[in-house]
């Protein structure tokens, strides 16, 4: 018997950053996004060795523990152990036995949510194998507090939302940790044409998501008015765009994607940096009317929206920075489970 999942990564469109604490506790954040068909997958093998396997088939990294109630988390595999431990501390009580492989579609630091998409995926897997009674809401806050809380990892709320869910969302963060899924219903040819215009393209640059993000958080608690603003217009972004989107006003897109641009450079230092700046002067020289760098920023994927027929131009002049563009669909399903 293997138990297998996948969830999908995402790409945020607006309003990215303030789903971060505390300023999304303070002031609410708002963030819209979207799921592409690039995943996290999952796949739970029980054994009765009474040993515990950890194979990163995309990182070609295994790891062996025997079979206890706590793992240690201060490894390479730690994300791992952490999921397995909260598992066995509120759901089984008792140690498993079992060999988890993963395997993730873009490489750590990419900025599509990669480390929390993860979670998700081997929580689903976990669901699905032990019958746990667990909700697309519950999973997804579950994945939230093994990530900030036992992990200690720095972040924000949107991935595990958006990898469980799925789709196109809207969503809404406020104090004590809530969350409200809002889905979009947009038309379907708006859509076509919006993943025909939007290119992704991966700088080849990872980052530590950790530190922008504690910066970002610093700012927020000393009082920094130019940062706390600069995440109020990103609030005002994603309400830009969920209305561009659902009216069908694609033409804006840009324009609202450079927007928001502008603001988030100034959440924190580190968003940004010389290469990323040229790799966007780039892209508008070449006909592209704005963009963005996804997740926290410092490197990863950035995307651009290229009215027309400029994506073909805006994609070959990036070439010259030593990046690639990434193929890709949207896809409105999110964490699946199964057994095999």
Same mark, same amino acid.
Request: without cysteine.
């Given at each position: 018997m293997i138990i297998r999942s996948k969830a999908p990564l995402r790409l945020s469109l607006a309003g990215g950053g303030s789903d971060v604490s505390p300023f999304s506790d303070i002031y609410g954040g708002a963030i819209l996004n979207i799921t592409l068909n690039l995943y996290a997958y999952a796949s739970i093998e029980p054994t009765t060795d009474g040993l515990i396997t950890f194979v990163l088939a995309d990182r070609k990294e295994t790891c062996?523990?025997?079979?206890?109630?706590?793992?240690? !988390?201060?490894?390479?595999?730690?994300?791992? $152990?952490?999921?397995?431990?909260?598992? !066995?501390?509120?759901?089984?009580?008792k140690p498993l036995s079992f060999r988890l492989t993963t395997m993730v579609d873009a490489p750590p630091g990419s900025g599509l949510g990669t480390s929390s998409t993860l979670v998700v995926s081997i929580l689903g897997a976990f669901v699905e194998w032990l019958k746990l009674p667990l909700g697309e809401y519950d999973i997804a806050h579950l994945a939230y507090e093994i990530e900030r809380n036992d992990l200690g990892m720095a972040g924000g709320k949107q991935d595990q939302y958006s990898a469980t869910f799925g789709g196109v969302n809207f969503m809404e963060f406020s104090n004590n940790n809530k969350v409200i899924v809002n889905p979009l219903r947009i038309r379907e040819d708006?859509?076509?044409?919006?993943?025909?215009?939007?290119?992704?393209?991966?700088?080849g640059m990872s980052r530590n998501s950790a530190n922008i993000i /504690? $910066? /970002?958080?610093?700012? !927020?608690?000393?009082?920094?008015?130019?940062?706390?603003?600069?995440? /109020?217009?990103?609030?005002? /972004? $994603?309400?830009?765009?969920?209305?561009?989107?659902?009216?069908?006003n694609l033409e804006k897109i840009g324009e609202i994607l450079n927007y928001g641009w502008q603001y988030k450079k100034q959440? $924190?230092?580190?968003?940004?940096?010389?290469?990323i700046e040229e790799i966007y002067e780039t892209a508008l020289l070449n006909g592209a009317t704005g963009g963005k760098i996804s997740g926290a920023g410092g490197g990863g994927f950035m995307a651009f929206y290229c009215p027309g027929n400029s994506r073909y131009k805006v994609a070959e002049a990036l070439l010259k920075h030593g990046g690639i563009v990434q193929p890709y669909e949207f896809t409105g399903v999110g964490l699946r489970a199964w057994t095999a």
């Open positions: 062996e523990f025997s079979s206890s109630g706590n793992l240690p !988390v201060d490894n390479n595999f730690g994300l791992h $152990a952490g999921i397995y431990n909260r598992i !066995v501390r509120e759901f089984t009580g708006y859509l076509i044409e919006l993943s025909h215009n939007l290119l992704l393209y991966y700088t /504690q $910066a /970002q958080q610093r700012n !927020v608690e000393s009082g920094n008015e130019s940062s706390i603003q600069a995440m /109020q217009q990103m609030k005002a /972004q $994603a309400l830009m765009m969920k209305e561009a989107l659902l009216k069908g959440m $924190a230092d580190e968003i940004t940096n010389p290469l």
